[in-house]
């Protein structure tokens, strides 16, 4: 019996020579029973929850081995049930798809076959108690952070402006052989309370979330979070409205505002507001910061704005109404600095929505100050993704490579067929028999049984002769013809879609043109942006577009100059 071996633990909490357990306990298993345990499918995931399955890489490269033919293994040893998932529905399904790929599992401590009659009895009965345990487990994790909010602890996580000093429990054992933290404090950090007050007072005397953090970037005082999908490490407006909006640095704790629910398609957890009323606020005075009457000015403002401006949300690929119509947001990036550009200004009535980079527009840390006009960067960029498509030379170019290459395949086959099965000489042999028979009948005079020998030869002559035409590329021309149709009628298809319904053309460029960079470049002419990445779709991948970036310009028709296609755009 060829066995795999599975493991898991699931936080970092646990030792990692849990794993080593698990695994050890298989191996005596299998020693007794005396299979075999492959080295190669001894596989284990670290510190990944059991509550879902899409996040273990290990569990998944077992079960796709398992799929695979020849099959590599006959069995998957697994200390107990609540190693494999934590999920009743998880688990049976998983059992379910090994059972019938022909693979086993067997549940060393718990002695449970997946291939006795009773298994799914047994992992039934032991899945619901593991899935109780995690959902008992929550909630004592739960209950366990609402009683140090109610004493003024941090229940986790970092927040700028204070430190996390814990407080450890001698009468428990922690991690590494260390006292464990029966809770956090946080302390005051000096340094970055100093550059709150000042985001409150600068807030307050009238400055907008973009201009404090143009300062606080130019000034060099270090963010508090590293970039994500940025190269540079800078404050934003984003991290602004949250400093000015967390009532921490009043001295007061709100918790439980927010609750983590996992994605059962994807495995992963994400936030969802609670109502308000099962909100937690408790008044913490040595947190305080920010003095009541400058948080009083300050949520004032706030309120204004909101009324004045609203709270919508610009960019991104499906935010907005708006964006749902924004064929490239999400798609382009800045050449200066990577970060992704966005809808920048211009969102009024006359809709002259511009495309910028956030880092210059609200941090000031990337010198790209150029702009270009939602519609009319569009415009061009879907000119010239038309043209290149529907460009003669272009497909006339594939055209010919790809018959190229099939009157190359088709020789090849002819080559191999008549070779293996010496067409030739089977129809000379044909050919010599029918030629005997022939003079046979013509000395004997009218013979039925010599006529009908005769004719059987000349029909397998044919169907021998019939094989070798089909072998031959003689009529690949006529073939090709239709193919060169069908590929100018799609390339025509593609062009309406072009023109088409926004939301499904949108779709299509994210699905297939992939990022687009935008590198500014000053010319004689002006400010241009040249735009590469994401086009080749046919050959000249290298090309690059130049999209000009200046008012009261005409876009004239996108045409091809060597490899590069150059594309003049107004802002």
């Given at each position: 019996?060829?066995?795999?071996?599975?493991a898991r633990y699931s936080s970092d909490l646990q030792r990692e020579s849990s794993?080593?357990?698990?695994?050890?306990?298989?191996?005596?298993?299998?020693?007794?029973?005396?299979?075999?345990?492959?080295?190669?499918?001894?596989?284990?995931?670290?510190?990944?929850?059991?509550?879902?399955?899409?996040?273990?890489?290990?569990?998944?490269?077992?079960?796709?081995?398992?799929?695979?033919?020849?099959?590599?293994?006959?069995?998957?040893?697994?200390?107990?049930?609540?190693?494999?998932?934590?999920?009743v529905a998880d688990a049976l399904k998983m059992v379910e798809r090994l059972t019938?790929?022909?693979?086993?599992?067997?549940?060393?401590?718990?002695?449970?076959?997946?291939?006795?009659?009773?298994?799914?009895?047994?992992?039934?009965?032991?899945?619901?108690?593991?899935?109780?345990?995690?959902?008992?487990?929550?909630?004592?994790?739960?209950?366990?952070?609402?009683?140090?909010?109610?004493?003024?602890?941090?229940?986790?996580?970092?927040?700028?402006?204070?430190?996390?000093?814990?407080?450890?429990?001698?009468?428990?054992?922690?991690?590494?052989?260390?006292?464990?933290?029966?809770?956090?404090?946080?302390?005051?950090?000096?340094?970055?309370?100093?550059?709150?007050?000042?985001?409150?007072?600068?807030?307050?005397?009238?400055?907008?979330?973009?201009?404090?953090?143009?300062?606080?970037?130019?000034?060099?005082?270090?963010?508090?979070?590293?970039?994500?999908?940025?190269?540079?490490?800078?404050?934003?407006?984003?991290?602004?409205?949250?400093?000015?909006?967390?009532?921490?640095?009043?001295?007061?704790?709100?918790?439980?505002?927010?609750?983590?629910?996992?994605?059962?398609?994807?495995?992963?957890?994400?936030?969802?507001?609670?109502?308000?009323e099962s909100w937690k606020r408790v008044e913490v005075p040595d947190w305080r910061?920010?003095?009541?009457?400058?948080?009083?000015?300050?949520?004032?403002?706030?309120?204004?704005?909101?009324?004045?401006?609203?709270?919508?949300?610009?960019?991104?690929?499906?935010?907005?109404?708006?964006?749902?119509?924004?064929?490239?947001?999400?798609?382009?990036?800045?050449?200066?600095?990577?970060?992704?550009?966005?809808?920048?200004?211009?969102?009024?009535?006359?809709?002259?929505?511009?495309?910028?980079?956030?880092?210059?527009?609200?941090?000031?840390?990337?010198?790209?100050?150029?702009?270009?006009?939602?519609?009319?960067?569009?415009?061009?960029?879907?000119?010239?993704?038309?043209?290149?498509?529907?460009?003669?030379?272009?497909?006339?170019?594939?055209?010919?490579?790809?018959?190229?290459?099939?009157?190359?395949?088709?020789?090849?086959?002819?080559?191999?067929?008549?070779?293996?099965?010496?067409?030739?000489?089977?129809?000379?042999?044909?050919?010599?028999?029918?030629?005997?028979?022939?003079?046979?009948?013509?000395?004997?005079?009218?013979?039925?049984?010599?006529?009908?020998?005769?004719?059987?030869?000349?029909?397998?002559?044919?169907?021998?002769?019939?094989?070798?035409?089909?072998?031959?590329?003689?009529?690949?021309?006529?073939?090709?013809?239709?193919?060169?149709?069908?590929?100018?009628?799609?390339?025509?298809?593609?062009?309406?879609?072009?023109?088409?319904?926004?939301?499904?053309?949108?779709?299509?460029?994210?699905?297939?043109?992939?990022?687009?960079?935008?590198?500014?470049?000053?010319?004689?002419?002006?400010?241009?942006?040249?735009?590469?990445?994401?086009?080749?779709?046919?050959?000249?991948?290298?090309?690059?577009?130049?999209?000009?970036?200046?008012?009261?310009?005409?876009?004239?028709?996108?045409?091809?100059?060597?490899?590069?296609?150059?594309?003049?755009?107004?802002?």
């Amino acid at each position: 019996m060829r066995c795999a071996a599975y493991a898991r633990y699931s936080s970092d909490l646990q030792r990692e020579s849990s794993l080593e357990d698990q695994i050890r306990k298989c191996r005596e298993f299998a020693s007794a029973k005396n299979w075999t345990v492959l080295e190669e499918f001894v596989l284990t995931d670290a510190a990944v929850s059991g509550a879902a399955v899409a996040p273990r890489k290990a569990l998944n490269a077992l079960i796709a081995a398992a799929a695979s033919k020849p099959r590599p293994f006959d069995r998957i040893l697994v200390d107990d049930t609540s190693r494999l998932a934590r999920n009743v529905a998880d688990a049976l399904k998983m059992v379910e798809r090994l059972t019938y790929y022909g693979v086993g599992v067997t549940f060393v401590s718990q002695g449970i076959d997946s291939l006795e009659k009773t298994a799914r009895q047994l992992v039934t009965l032991h899945g619901m108690m593991d899935e109780q345990l995690l959902v008992g487990l929550a909630e004592k994790v739960h209950r366990g952070q609402e009683g140090r909010v109610l004493k003024g602890l941090n229940p986790g996580g970092k927040c700028y402006g204070y430190i996390n000093v814990p407080i450890e429990d001698p009468s428990r054992q922690g991690k590494y052989g260390r006292p464990a933290v029966a809770g956090v404090m946080l302390k005051i950090h000096p340094e970055q309370s100093r550059i709150v007050l000042r985001i409150f007072d600068m807030a307050a005397r009238g400055c907008g979330l973009a201009q404090i953090s143009k300062t606080l970037n130019a000034e060099g005082v270090l963010a508090p979070q590293p970039p994500k999908t940025r190269s540079m490490r800078a404050w934003c407006p984003s991290a602004i409205r949250v400093i000015l909006r967390n009532e921490r640095y009043r001295g007061v704790q709100v918790w439980n505002r927010t609750e983590k629910t996992r994605n059962p398609e994807t495995g992963r957890k994400v936030s969802r507001p609670r109502p308000k009323e099962s909100w937690k606020r408790v008044e913490v005075p040595d947190w305080r910061i920010v003095p009541e009457e400058l948080w009083i000015a300050v949520q004032n403002r706030n309120q204004d704005m909101s009324r004045r401006f609203g709270a919508s949300r610009l960019g991104g690929m499906n935010r907005t109404e708006s964006a749902r119509s924004y064929l490239f947001s999400g798609l382009l990036r800045c050449g200066e600095c990577g970060s992704r550009m966005v809808i920048i200004s211009g969102q009024g009535k006359r809709g002259y929505a511009k495309y910028g980079c956030p880092s210059h527009r609200y941090r000031g840390v990337c010198g790209n100050a150029v702009t270009i006009r939602r519609e009319r960067l569009e415009q061009q960029l879907l000119a010239a993704l038309e043209q290149r498509i529907s460009n003669s030379p272009f497909i006339e170019y594939t055209l010919q490579r790809f018959q190229h290459e099939l009157e190359k395949h088709l020789k090849e086959i002819d080559q191999r067929a008549t070779d293996s099965a010496d067409l030739r000489h089977i129809r000379e042999q044909l050919q010599a028999k029918a030629q005997r028979l022939a003079d046979a009948v013509a000395e004997a005079g009218h013979s039925p049984a010599l006529l009908a020998k005769l004719a059987t030869i000349e029909a397998q002559i044919a169907n021998v002769e019939r094989q070798m035409t089909r072998a031959k590329p003689n009529d690949v021309s006529a073939i090709f013809s239709e193919v060169r149709q069908f590929v100018h009628t799609s390339v025509l298809q593609l062009g309406e879609l072009l023109r088409g319904d926004p939301t499904t053309l949108k779709a299509v460029l994210a699905r297939h043109i992939g990022q687009l960079t935008l590198k500014p470049k000053q010319t004689p002419q002006g400010s241009v942006y040249e735009v590469s990445g994401g086009m080749d779709l046919l050959p000249h991948s290298n090309d690059v577009m130049q999209v000009v970036a200046r008012d009261g310009v005409e876009p004239p028709t996108p045409a091809f100059s060597g490899s590069k296609l150059t594309v003049i755009a107004s802002t």
